[in-house]
């Protein structure tokens, strides 16, 4: 069974960093796209990025380029996201998700962690 746990998320300051982990299970890690999907309160989810099974990212939010950087362990079966000089305007829910690629529409999806960017 596929399950996906986000981790990592908490309150930071504005210009602070985190870095959220996703930890992926009852799959071969290779056979899937990986997601990063944000949720700020009020309004729909925002692709952060999206890993392709072939290991290579194919996609940066525009929002977020230059300050995130996602990255995978294929070995522990853990997807990163490395968050740099955040913003109030990052704060939400964080998702890791994985898909089958036939579209970038997730088949499975995480709890999510809440990231908070805040003074």
């Known amino acids: 069974e596929v399950q996906l746990q986000a981790s990592g998320g908490g309150l930071v300051q504005p210009g602070g960093s985190l870095r959220l982990s996703c930890a992926a299970s009852g799959f071969t890690f290779g056979s899937l796209d990986m997601f990063w999907i944000r949720q700020a309160p009020g309004k729909g989810p925002e692709w952060v990025s999206v890993?392709?099974?072939?290991?290579?990212?194919?996609y940066y939010a525009d929002s977020v380029k230059g300050r995130f950087t996602a990255s995978r362990d294929n070995a522990e079966n853990t997807m990163y996201l490395q968050m740099n000089s955040l913003k109030p305007e990052d704060t939400g829910v964080y998702y890791c998700?994985?898909?089958?690629?036939?579209?970038?529409?997730?088949?499975?999806w995480g709890q999510g962690t809440q990231v908070t960017v805040s003074s």
């Open positions: 890993f392709n099974r072939g290991g290579d990212i194919t």
């Open positions: 998700a994985a898909g089958f690629g036939a579209t970038n529409y997730p088949d499975y």
